[in-house]
């Protein structure tokens, strides 16, 4: 069986990284497309941690964040900080969060606790209302998406069972394979894992996107002193942060939908709204001077998965990879696993196709 996979982000690296482990050794091709100066993978903050509000991607995360902390080769590809986390989220209760809690620490290991408005105001937080509940997270932190792209497309470098092509578009996608540089390669089933580019490729080749769109992303590192949190998200106002050697990352959800795939300008008023909300919530932590404001776009999904999806009116044979809504470090170990078992086993393909 010949796969091919297109696009060479931390998704589909680590896509073609599994498939090339699996028995059966199907022959593998991994077309990275054109270079782009700052993908979604290149411009991910990383942040990892058990949390998420969804219980598919939060099963997903656990199980990313388990493979993460017990593989030292993985640990040491991904750059892997292990800061702690601390997760708010827009509503829930003791008794409502219970249940999240005792699975993170039912697979990390009582990881996790809860803590209240209380706590979370001697921790450092100021004007939080009297009911916010927070998930603090031990095992928890970030990761250097680029760098373990790049750790993972060094090693596939070295298998026989893949071939590395040259970057460029892809043209006349279809089930039966696509051309690249004029070259037409056939393929038993194409994964498209383009990021940000997927939904256009899709159009572009005269195939429905779905539930797939773009979204940009923002944020600012800072110089800060002063009491720095640790990695953190306030789902109420969208604020999250995390640390940086000598600094904090900073930023708010943005609000371009459909955003186009080659990029959008960075929005200074989004980056000094961040830092003000910042220094609000935060009363004892200086922000000092702040570079350049980093903008990508990502691919989004409606379920906030990323996944395998089938592509309608192919056959079963086209794929898409990607949709994980700008969060896609927390959940791509156990997403491409499961993604590269859909693949290789025919008891999975069966049922994915039903």
Same mark, same amino acid.
Request: aromatic share 6%; with cysteine.
């Given at each position: 069986?010949?796969?091919?996979?297109?696009?060479?982000?931390?998704?589909?690296?680590?896509?073609?990284?599994?498939?090339?482990?699996?028995?059966?050794?199907?022959?593998?091709?991994?077309?990275?497309?054109?270079?782009?100066?700052?993908?979604?993978?290149?411009?991910?903050? =990383?942040?990892?941690?058990?949390?998420?509000?969804?219980?598919?991607?939060?099963?997903?995360?656990?199980?990313?964040?388990?493979?993460?902390?017990?593989?030292?080769?993985?640990?040491?590809?991904? #750059?892997?900080?292990?800061?702690?986390?601390?997760?708010?989220?827009?509503? =829930?209760?003791?008794?409502?969060?219970? #249940?999240?809690?005792?699975?993170?620490?039912?697979?990390?290991?009582?990881?996790?606790?809860?803590?209240?408005?209380?706590?979370?105001?001697?921790?450092?937080?100021?004007?939080?209302?009297?009911?916010?509940? =927070?998930?603090?997270?031990?095992?928890?932190?970030?990761?250097?998406?680029?760098?373990?792209?790049?750790?993972?497309?060094?090693?596939?470098?070295?298998?026989?069972?893949?071939?590395?092509?040259?970057?460029?578009?892809?043209?006349?996608?279809?089930?039966?394979?696509?051309?690249?540089?004029?070259?037409?390669?056939?393929?038993?089933?194409?994964?498209?894992?383009? =990021?940000?580019?997927?939904?256009?490729?899709?159009?572009?080749?005269?195939?429905?996107?779905?539930?797939?769109?773009?979204?940009?992303?923002?944020?600012?590192?800072?110089?800060?002193?002063?009491?720095?949190?640790?990695?953190?998200?306030?789902?109420?106002?969208?604020?999250?942060?995390?640390?940086?050697?000598?600094?904090?990352?900073?930023?708010?959800?943005?609000?371009?939908?459909?955003?186009?795939?080659?990029?959008?300008?960075?929005?200074?008023?989004?980056?000094?709204?961040?830092?003000?909300?910042?220094?609000?919530?935060?009363?004892?932590?200086?922000?000092?001077?702040?570079?350049?404001?980093?903008?990508?776009?990502?691919?989004?999904?409606?379920?906030?998965?990323?996944?395998?999806?089938?592509?309608?009116?192919?056959?079963?044979?086209?794929?898409?990879?990607?949709?994980?809504?700008?969060?896609?470090?927390?959940?791509?170990?156990?997403?491409?696993?499961?993604?590269?078992?859909?693949?290789?086993?025919?008891?999975?393909?069966?049922?994915?196709?039903?």
């Amino acid at each position: 069986m010949r796969i091919a996979i297109l696009g060479s982000g931390l998704a589909g690296s680590l896509l073609a990284w599994r498939l090339a482990q699996r028995p059966g050794r199907a022959e593998l091709l991994l077309a990275p497309g054109p270079a782009a100066a700052a993908d979604a993978t290149a411009a991910s903050g =990383g942040a990892v941690r058990g949390y998420e509000v969804n219980p598919e991607q939060r099963a997903l995360a656990l199980a990313s964040m388990a493979e993460l902390t017990a593989d030292p080769v993985l640990r040491n590809w991904s #750059g892997f900080t292990d800061c702690g986390s601390i997760f708010l989220p827009e509503t =829930g209760t003791a008794e409502s969060l219970a #249940g999240p809690v005792a699975e993170i620490n039912a697979t990390l290991g009582d990881s996790a606790r809860l803590v209240d408005a209380e706590q979370l105001a001697r921790d450092g937080w100021a004007g939080l209302a009297p009911d916010r509940i =927070g998930i603090l997270e031990r095992q928890a932190g970030y990761l250097n998406p680029n760098g373990f792209r790049r750790a993972v497309l060094a090693d596939l470098a070295g298998r026989r069972s893949i071939t590395l092509l040259a970057g460029g578009a892809v043209g006349e996608l279809g089930p039966d394979g696509f051309t690249l540089a004029g070259v037409r390669y056939r393929c038993d089933l194409v994964v498209l894992a383009a =990021g940000a580019w997927t939904p256009s490729v899709l159009r572009e080749a005269g195939f429905e996107v779905g539930e797939l769109t773009t979204k940009s992303i923002q944020y600012a590192i800072h110089r800060a002193s002063g009491a720095l949190p640790t990695t953190f998200v306030d789902d109420r106002s969208g604020l999250f942060g995390k640390p940086t050697p000598g600094g904090l990352l900073l930023g708010l959800p943005t609000t371009g939908w459909s955003a186009p795939p080659s990029g959008v300008p960075a929005d200074p008023e989004l980056a000094e709204r961040a830092a003000a909300l910042a220094t609000s919530t935060f009363p004892a932590l200086r922000l000092h001077s702040a570079g350049p404001p980093v903008a990508a776009v990502d691919c989004y999904a409606e379920s906030g998965l990323l996944a395998l999806r089938p592509v309608a009116g192919a056959d079963g044979r086209l794929f898409s990879f990607t949709g994980g809504t700008g969060s896609a470090a927390k959940t791509v170990l156990a997403a491409s696993s499961r993604a590269a078992a859909q693949l290789t086993d025919p008891a999975v393909q069966l049922a994915g196709r039903t």
